[in-house]
């Protein structure tokens, strides 16, 4: 027998003062989410050891996206603050991990707890960089916080350059990593090392996003974004919310930069540009936005797409030239139309439209 | 001394041009109440048309008013064929379809001519002009102000004597009233996007020999810079976007003569969050209610 | 004696809700209907869908004959059909006279044009004295004065009215009542007014049509309704 979950119609004001339910309650929802991360982490380890060392480098390199458009879309599609920005945030994260391993080597120190420290710095570092953009347009709305996180964006190339001396300009750093420990076996291929630390890095992102979207702190984030006069009537401080939701949206880019660090083992201004940030856009919108099910949808999408165009055009004879502009861009024209309309025909995104299905589904039997 | 002379005159130039684009960004917003972010990219894309027709046909001339025409045409059937279609549902709808087109158009300019900087040739000397042992600006520079403040009369001119003008203005600011006195007010928003789209053209015709060159991205930081101007004379005002992009023109040639240039978006930002946090409505706030 | 207007079984509303059920009206050419009502009855609502700014559900709209349902909003005033809205609709941020030229600027004949604008500031003095100041500058009765000037700019032969004497004086509701009068004498135009200012509306108008809820719920001369005790009271509510 199937249960048909009904969510009962509260205002956004109703669930705020509603008393904060302690107990079993609360301790459901953060096991909830414990349970789906053990499950998910189980299946990952078993997928990991199927698929070839490309396969695993391409699920690492989504869960590095993911971790980025889990806090994206919450920051977005439930707070409803766009931000074209987080291209630079997760530079910041990127670059924090890449001067710590490369420092950390420097001096000799070792170990598998490095890694992790690298990691949390990075977080930091750019939790702190979204904290001063946060408090900054906290109050900005719309067009105009667009407005001020593409100007963000673009700031990335003039701190690599203008201190070339640590950043290398726009040659970048190559990032120290260890490889796998020797306890898995000298054949372990690092590829699937390296998919198990971006995956677990995701989830950890997603636990913290499931929770904090499930949380008073989630539901302050809604009202903001519905009505702001109202939130303020019931109570809320709204550029606290603003500032939190995007200093947690930062923390998971910061994490997400750094994972990616790690994989590539590199790091470039140009990686990080303004095309990424709106790369990530497109992620959150196809997705569905404010869903943590999308942000997985538009990370996988963000990998498969460009992956899947070389694979096309490899298959027509190209001139080299005329390949090497395609390879670039192609993916990137089909993300703008892509953007464009789901914009225009489907603005919930996959999450939605499956949604829809189920509720169609649903009435049907 | 004289490096500030020169750092002066230089940013009045390019003053000229974020004053150019900004108007445009202006133009836009009092017609459909939406920033053109995608205003860069498709400025890009027309000049990457002019100079390929310069370079092909042997004549600047013709590529300039080739950008012209070609403005005219994308800014209509970009609001024709897309924008019209947006849903209002989300006030950031507008805002994420143009940044889609961004990396469409962006991506395309890409694919057909390549990533890499191509040179734009000044139609003028880019010697400059001395006055009293000072060398000051350039022949450039002067078909830059020209340029430009035709512009500015030929728009002011435009909205307040010809009757399309006035039909314009009508319809951006009480569209429906507008219809009843006869305004196709969807054919005057398209035409407001169009010429806001050739304005957006010349600017990025005339600043691209100033900078590296032809790039898919050459306009991003322009179109922040000019969005700041926009917002520093306020989004309202056309008067205020002529003043902003000259202030901003001036802050960002300072910044990069005596900061190096790698830290004009730094500028930027600076700017922009200087006035979105200390006067929003930008310096010529007036408080304007919209009463009938 | 021809009809100008004819409504017949009009439907309409907002989305899912009627506000318009069953409306019918006719407008005889050369006079003055008045349409009156609590708030709500639909009266504006009846006006934006003749001139088309809300789309009819059901049922017909002809003017002199043609069908204006296929007519778009845009076209009207080139029809001779004349709206004035609710609240005026009189263009803030522009000039009295740019409000005027606005009014004639569809026209073909600008010769005429000009000639009606010199017309109206004739018949307007206030205006005349005020050509360059702002329309948000204007007292309530000068914008009253400039939406139904800029109206007769087009020479309409049909003047819809949503609730001229809304928020002016006493005095100035006499005078622009008046002065439809005076029109609908000299010049023949048919003037179809929504109202709440009964006594003032039924003064001068030939026929009355009281809406309720979205129906017409009486439609009589305007002298027999003011006349009528039983009538007055019952829908006109003195």
């Known amino acids: ?365 | 001394m004289e490096r500030f002379i020169f750092l002066t005159f230089d940013g009045l130039s390019r003053g000229a041009v974020y004053a150019a684009f900004a108007l445009a960004l202006v133009l836009i917003w009092r017609a459909a109440r939406v920033v053109n972010f995608a205003q860069g990219a498709m400025a890009v894309v027309t000049a990457y048309a002019a100079y390929m027709v310069s370079d092909a046909v042997g004549s600047y001339l013709v590529g300039f008013l080739f950008a012209l025409v070609g403005g005219l045409l994308l800014g209509a059937v970009v609001e024709r064929g897309l924008m019209r279609f947006v849903g209002h549902a989300n006030p950031l709808n507008d805002v994420i379809v143009a940044l889609g087109l961004v990396l469409l158009l962006t991506a395309v300019v890409g694919i057909v001519f390549g990533g890499e900087f191509r040179a734009a040739n000044q139609p003028f000397d880019t010697k400059a002009i001395e006055v009293g042992g000072v060398p000051l600006m350039s022949r450039y520079d002067l078909f830059i102000w020209g340029t430009v403040a035709t512009i500015v009369v030929l728009l002011a001119l435009l909205f307040t004597r010809t009757a399309v003008g006035l039909r314009m203005r009508a319809a951006a600011f009480a569209p429906e009233v507008s219809r009843l006195l006869g305004v196709n007010v969807g054919r005057m928003l398209t035409l407001g996007w169009a010429l806001a789209a050739v304005v957006g053209a010349v600017a990025g015709v005339l600043i691209l020999p100033t900078e590296l060159g032809l790039h898919p991205h050459a306009m991003d930081i322009v179109f922040a810079s000019s969005f700041a101007a926009a917002i520093v004379g306020g989004l309202d005002s056309p008067v205020g976007a002529v003043v902003g992009g000259i202030i901003v023109g001036l802050i960002l040639s300072y910044v990069s003569g005596y900061l190096g240039a790698a830290l004009t978006p730094v500028a930027v930002l600076a700017v922009l969050l200087a006035v979105l946090l200390l006067r929003p409505g930008g310096i010529f706030s007036g408080v304007r209610a919209r009463t009938v | 004696m021809t009809d100008v207007l004819v409504v017949d079984k009009l439907n309409a509303g907002y989305g899912a809700v009627p506000v318009l059920r069953d409306v019918d009206l006719t407008v005889p050419a050369g006079t003055i209907t008045a349409v009156l009502g609590a708030n709500g009855a639909g009266k504006t609502t009846l006006l934006r869908t003749i001139t088309g700014l809300v789309r009819p559900t059901g049922g017909r709209i002809l003017f002199s004959g043609a069908d204006l349902r296929a007519v778009k909003v845009e076209q009207l005033v080139r029809r001779g059909i004349a709206h004035v809205p609710e609240g005026r609709g009189v263009v803030a941020e522009l000039t009295v006279d740019e409000n005027l030229r606005l009014g004639g600027l569809w026209r073909q004949d600008k010769a005429d044009a000009k000639k009606a604008t010199a017309e109206v500031y004739e018949l307007f003095e206030p205006l005349a004295r005020r050509r360059a100041h702002l329309g948000h500058q204007l007292s309530g009765g000068e914008r009253q004065m400039l939406a139904l000037g800029r109206a007769l700019v087009a020479r309409p032969t049909l003047l819809l009215l949503d609730e001229p004497s809304l928020g002016l004086a006493p005095k100035v509701t006499a005078q622009i009542m008046a002065l439809l009068k005076q029109l609908r004498d000299t010049t023949g135009l048919t003037v179809l007014l929504v109202e709440q200012n009964v006594r003032g509306a039924l003064s001068i108008a030939d026929r009355g049509v009281v809406m309720s809820l979205g129906r017409v719920v009486m439609s009589a001369d305007a002298d027999h309704l003011l006349a009528d005790d039983g009538l007055r009271h019952a829908y006109l509510g003195f």
């Open chain 1, 1 to 365: 027998m199937t249960t048909t979950k009904v969510r009962p119609a509260r205002s956004p004001i109703s669930r705020l003062i509603t008393p904060r339910q302690t107990g079993p309650r609360r301790g459901s929802t953060l096991l909830r989410h414990l349970l789906w991360v053990a499950v998910g982490a189980v299946a990952v380890y078993f997928v990991s050891y199927g698929i070839d060392p490309f396969r695993n480098y391409q699920l690492a390199t989504v869960a590095a996206y993911l971790c980025v458009t889990a806090g994206l879309t919450m920051l977005t599609g439930l707070n409803g603050q766009l931000s074209l920005g987080h291209g630079a945030l997760m530079a910041c994260g990127a670059y924090t991990v890449a001067l710590a391993q490369n420092e950390l080597r420097d001096r000799g120190v070792l170990g598998a707890w490095v890694l992790p420290v690298s990691l949390a710095l990075g977080v930091l570092v750019a939790a702190l960089a979204g904290a001063l953009i946060g408090v900054c347009a906290a109050r900005l709305r719309g067009p105009y916080l667009a407005g001020v996180t593409l100007a963000v964006a673009l700031v990335v190339p003039a701190f690599t350059t203008r201190f070339a001396g640590l950043f290398n300009a726009d040659q970048g750093l190559s990032v120290y990593v260890e490889p796998a420990p020797a306890a898995l076996g000298p054949y372990f291929p690092p590829e699937r090392w390296q998919a198990w630390i971006a995956v677990g890095a995701a989830m950890v992102s997603l636990l913290i996003v499931a929770n904090l979207v499930h949380s008073r702190f989630g539901r302050a984030f809604k009202a903001v974004r519905d009505d702001e006069v109202a939130a303020k009537l019931a109570g809320i401080h709204v550029a606290r919310t603003q500032v939190l939701a995007f200093v947690v949206s930062a923390g998971c880019a910061g994490l997400g930069g750094g994972v990616l660090a790690v994989i590539s083992q590199s790091v470039s201004p140009s990686v990080f540009g303004l095309t990424l940030s709106l790369n990530l856009l497109l992620a959150i919108v196809l997705g569905g936005l404010g869903s943590l099910f999308g942000a997985a949808w538009g990370a996988l999408l963000l990998v498969l797409l460009p992956y899947l165009t070389t694979e096309v055009t490899r298959g027509f004879e190209l001139s080299p030239g005329l390949a090497n502009k395609l390879e670039g861009n192609l993916p990137l024209a089909i993300f703008g139309l892509t953007l464009i309309i789901v914009m225009l025909v489907a603005p919930g995104g996959i999450q939605d439209a499956f949604r829809a299905l189920g509720r169609t589904i649903r009435r049907r039997f």
